[in-house]
């Protein structure tokens, strides 16, 4: 039995926020069999600026990691130009892919949350730092059931999100397979998140 993880980014969607202001954003779809993640299957859909967020972060987390680059952001994007949109659907998913391969930055709660919830950017902060009245795993189980609406705060932080003692044990624990090519699925090292 071999783990695998299988990540594709696809269906760019133009949002028009009003008259000026403009976004794409594109689906997320997740496929696995590792234990490393809540759901086996999920999609969700993020927007360029939400990956660069996500990358910020990890680079804070993963300080002796050198990660991998998003593609170049570029002031004239248009889904008319269908060369720069697979540019760009290509290159976010091989970031992706990138980062699935990596045991420490799979540990990374905002990593699952980015991948497998449809909170925003900023509640997935929240919830990564147990401030939401919600945990990092329940975020993922009820994402797409209307969970969060109310008050997300709550008093103590027992959020599931990483811990000292697990990530040691992950460290200890590593084993890297060999890559795949972009189109197939890709082998998970034994990390796991502390979902």
Not at 44 to 71: G, H
Not at 80 to 88: A, L, T
């Amino acid at each position: 039995f071999q783990e695998f993880v299988s990540i594709c980014v696809q269906e760019p969607r133009l949002h028009k926020d009003d008259l000026w202001h403009t976004y794409v954003d594109y689906e997320i779809c997740l496929h696995t069999n590792s234990m490393c993640f809540r759901k086996k299957a999920s999609c969700v859909r993020r927007r360029y600026s939400d990956f660069v967020w996500l990358r910020n972060c990890l680079q804070r987390n993963a300080l002796i990691i050198e990660l991998p680059k998003l593609p170049p952001w570029n002031p004239f994007f248009s889904l008319k130009n269908k060369e720069q949109v697979s540019k760009r659907m290509n290159g976010l998913q091989e970031f992706l892919e990138k980062v699935l391969q990596n045991p420490l930055l799979l540990s990374d709660s905002r990593l699952h949350l980015f991948l497998q919830s449809d909170l925003s950017i900023t509640k997935i902060e929240r919830c990564a730092l147990g401030k939401t009245r919600y945990t990092v795993a329940e975020a993922i189980q009820q994402s797409r059931g209307g969970f969060y609406s109310g008050s997300d705060d709550k008093n103590s932080c027992d959020s599931d999100c990483e811990s000292l003692f697990f990530f040691q044990l992950m460290l200890k624990s590593l084993t890297f397979m060999p890559q795949m090519s972009s189109q197939e699925s890709r082998p998970l090292s034994g990390a796991c998140s502390f979902l």
